[in-house]
């Protein structure tokens, strides 16, 4: 039976949605998806008024099959083809330099095509903006450049990445950037200004206009029944894991080699049909090789 949403009014979806401003990933994501609104933000906070973009993506994912995955929440491309990834955290971060460090580093990977030469890469601008002030010299923004400690040397550094750290607890002391991190807190979808009036238009479109509001109702709806689902799925993954692990520990010592296995396992079917072998089982070298030759088990 597919599940209702508990928002059935307009009146109710909107006072839903205005709960929403611009630190919130899902709010974000549709508010700058747009290209004039993501240019207004990135001219802002890059202090580059004449700044112009090419294209924007949001929730821009790119995918490694053989290391961690990154989920960016802004990428944009400027003109000149210089890529600028802002990335909004409003939770504490174990290691918010080497996030940076690892983003960049799958941005080049992504856009370095086969054959192209090291200078060919464009420069990758990160705006990483923060709910408090994690590197704690109470400013609300921080430049991050590359030096040789030995100042007297005037030697060039740079290797094209950029960094730029802002909190939204501190005053930058440029009253462009303060009005625009206090919106992205506030986000008032009636506010007045000839700073970033796209940005504006933008929300006031996602929290009062109905076209808007549905849309951001829907979205909300499928990432929580996704949610659902994927926590329904998990747990019966975790626990099969568990009952495989109590049938193999009453058959002796569980090998790490074969516990690790069956921890990393996601495939359903698979836990299943050992779960099976386990059960069967008259000693661990058995379920081993039943393990790596299912046929086996199957003919027995």
């Known amino acids: 039976m597919e599940e209702k949403s508990v928002l059935d009014t307009y009146e109710q979806k909107r006072q839903w949605v205005r709960q929403f401003n611009l630190t919130s990933d899902l709010f974000a994501g549709k508010v700058f ?31 490694n099959l053989e290391s961690h995955s ?20 409003m939770y504490s971060e174990d ?49 991050v450049d590359r030096k040789i400690r030995d100042n007297s040397l005037a030697i060039d550094t740079a290797n094209g990445v950029h960094e730029k ?43 009062m206009q109905k076209e808007g509001v549905d849309v951001m109702c829907e979205i909300a709806d499928r990432i929580r029944r996704e949610g659902k689902n994927e926590g329904k799925i998990e747990g019966k993954i975790e626990g099969k894991i568990e009952d495989i692990m109590e049938l193999l520990e009453e058959l002796g010592k569980i ?34 090789a039943w393990m790596s030759e299912p046929e086996r088990f199957i003919l027995k």
Request: charged share 25%; proline share 3%.
């Open 255 to 288: 090998p790490t080699k074969i516990a690790q296995r069956i921890g990393q396992e996601t495939n359903l079917n698979v836990l299943a049909r050992w779960h099976r072998c386990a059960a069967r089982a008259s000693s661990i070298s058995e379920f081993e």
């Open 165 to 207: 750290y802002f909190n939204l607890k501190y005053s930058s002391k440029d009253a462009e950037i303060d009005e625009l991190l206090h919106y992205l807190k506030d986000s008032d979808p009636f506010y007045q200004t000839k700073l970033f009036p796209r940005i504006v238009e933008r929300v006031n479109l996602y929290k």
């Open 70 to 89: 990154v989920q960016l929440d802004i990428l944009a491309e400027e003109d000149s083809g210089n890529m600028i990834c802002i990335e909004l955290q």
């Open 95 to 143: 290691a918010p330099f080497r996030r940076t460090r690892y983003y960049t580093s799958c941005i080049d990977m992504n856009i370095l095509e086969k054959g192209k030469e090291y200078y060919e890469l464009p420069d990758v601008t990160v705006l990483y903006i923060t709910k408090g002030d994690f590197i704690g010299c109470k400013t609300g923004v921080y430049q």
């Open 33 to 63: 998806e747009d290209l004039a609104a993501s240019q207004e933000l990135c001219r802002i906070l890059m202090q580059q008024p004449g700044l112009r973009l090419k294209s924007v993506r949001t929730q821009y994912v790119i995918r």
